[in-house]
């Protein structure tokens, strides 16, 4: 399916489709409040606004779905106040079902990234995780986001997918599609019905809608000039982690998630985590943005 034509086929579209992937979303995508994914989440801070990080006291997280960033940037003690938007209500009621888990305290308000209802200067970093390729006008986007960030507040989003590196990614994701049936028959495991962490097969279907956008770094660096930032910077993160990942990720979505092994998921774990320092130490330092699956961008609101 392709992404439907208007905006507000693409705001329907995104709603209803995380609406029903809210429940599993984080069993899909591994997402951990613990050590490691606080880690995570702090190295990909650390690669756009350097070390040691700031602390914020008023931050506000655009597409926070179960809160992955904000609950682990909470926990690490660098932001003070939290708030978190999506356009989608059941992701959000995840997001604060994690948070009474956590004991973190975390307001959550479900609305349009377009028409933010929050005062002018109001938060200090404005930031999001793989949410910018989802929303429909990024020029109003980006308006809103200078809108409510403070003179000399911070704008950071990670996870937007580049639109080289989207391309690249379909190799391994579709190597993997082909030796699927034998790898499940090498450990014994079932086929998975299609969209069982999707919220089902007809919320699945929705999910070749969802994304709208890839970047290239220009793309991302204009949106932010454009609506006023300064200091833009973008930069890419993940190569041969992306490949691995998405290998092992397409072959264990075909999978019964009972059947797949421990000691398989820990290989896959453990591959990636160390792909992303070859990445990080080698790669991202000397090699174009581009060409990474994920681009970052940080800037600065102008200080009056």
Known sequence: MTAPGTAEEIRDVNTRYHDGAAADYDVKW???????????????????????????????EIGAGTGYFTLNLLQAGVLGEATCTDISPGMLATLEANAGRLGLEVATRACDAEALPFDDDAFDLVFGHAVLHHLPNL??????????????GTVLFAGEPSRVGDRIAAYPKRAAGRVAPAWRRVLGA?????????????????????????????????????AGFTDVRVRGEELLANWFGWANRALESTAEPADVPWLWRQYAFRGYLALQEVDRRLLEPRLPPQIFYNLMLGARAPRE
Do not use: C, M, T
């Not at 880690?39 to 914020?56: E, M």
């Not at 020029?139 to 000399?152: Q, T």
């Not at 999707?198 to 919320?203: F, R, T, Y």
């Open 190 to 226: 079932r086929p998975a019905p299609a969209g069982h962490h999707d919220g089902g097969s007809a919320n699945h279907a929705l999910e070749g809608s969802v994304d709208v956008h890839a970047f290239v770094p220009e793309e991302l660096q204009r949106y932010a000039a454009g």
């Open 30 to 60: 591994g997402i951990d409040f613990g050590p490691v994914g606080r880690g995570q989440v702090l190295g990909k801070l650390r690669k756009v606004l350097g070390s040691p990080l700031p602390r914020f006291a008023r931050s506000l």
């Open 139 to 152: 020029d109003v986007a980006f308006a809103e986001f200078r809108r409510v960030l403070a003179p000399g």
